[in-house]
């Protein structure tokens, strides 16, 4: 069964560092999605993406994260310079597009740890 | 999107039925409701949606009342492995990028 997959598994940097969490969404989907969730609390939403472009991002996704789609697999989180409150589990989600409604398919996650 | 509520959390017997409710009072005519679960720090696994009509596929079913106000996700034979967090989402035109808003959800465990 395709699933989507995300690397690194756990990531550890130094505050002010850049990172970059990848992820390989299913390989038909073309919506895109990444949510984090800081330990114990709620899965957030950050963005989605469709067709080359951000289509809606939260408050939290502000001007240190990007989104990229480097080539026809890869769907690419930044961060340019990681805060302290940025550790959290960061997961990637795809779904397809068609007429009707679509289930996001979400990855295992990248625990994101910063010191 | 339509608020939801869920209780925080449930118990089951291992192999009786687990039945999950969610309340969306407000949810509107174009709102479908989504339940998704999550395995300790797992990714979100989706389980199945619906409109109006009851659904069933080879996870769960869900019941919507007939003034979808409420629906309830039934797993019918729970085993140890569904001790997860359930979330109840109500999402209007889920194909357009739109963000799934997690609530709390319900704490699901399964006594052996």
């Known amino acids: 069964e395709p699933e989507v997959t995300q690397t690194p598994s756990h990531q550890v940097t130094q505050m002010g560092q850049e990172v970059i969490l990848r992820c390989v969404p299913i390989?038909?989907?073309?919506?895109f999605y990444w949510y984090r969730q800081i330990l114990g609390q709620k899965v957030e939403f950050l963005v989605s993406f469709y067709n080359n472009e951000i289509s809606e991002k939260s408050e939290i996704f502000d001007d240190q994260f990007s989104v990229e789609r480097p080539d026809g697999s890869n769907f690419t989180l930044k961060i340019r310079s990681t805060k302290l409150e940025d550790s959290a589990m960061y997961f990637c989600a795809s779904s397809e597009v068609s007429g009707g409604p679509n289930e996001q398919f979400f990855g295992p996650g990248t625990r994101l740890t910063v010191l | 999107d339509a608020k939801t509520t869920q209780p925080p959390s449930m118990d089951c017997a291992e192999g009786r039925a687990a039945n999950l409710p969610c309340n969306h009072s407000t949810i509107s005519g174009n709102e479908y409701v989504y339940w998704y679960r999550q395995i300790h720090s797992q990714g979100p696994q989706y389980i199945i949606h619906?409109?109006?009509n009851n659904e069933t596929n080879e996870m769960a079913s869900l019941i919507i009342t007939e003034d979808r106000k409420s629906s309830t996700l039934i797993l019918p034979h729970a085993t140890l492995r569904d001790t997860a967090v359930y979330y109840c989402?109500?999402?209007?035109?889920?194909?357009?990028?739109?963000?799934?808003?997690f609530g709390t959800g319900t704490s699901l465990t399964v006594i052996p």
């Open positions: 619906g409109l109006k």
């Open positions: 989402i109500a999402l209007s035109k889920p194909n357009t990028g739109n963000q799934f808003y």
């Open positions: 390989s038909n989907h073309l919506y």
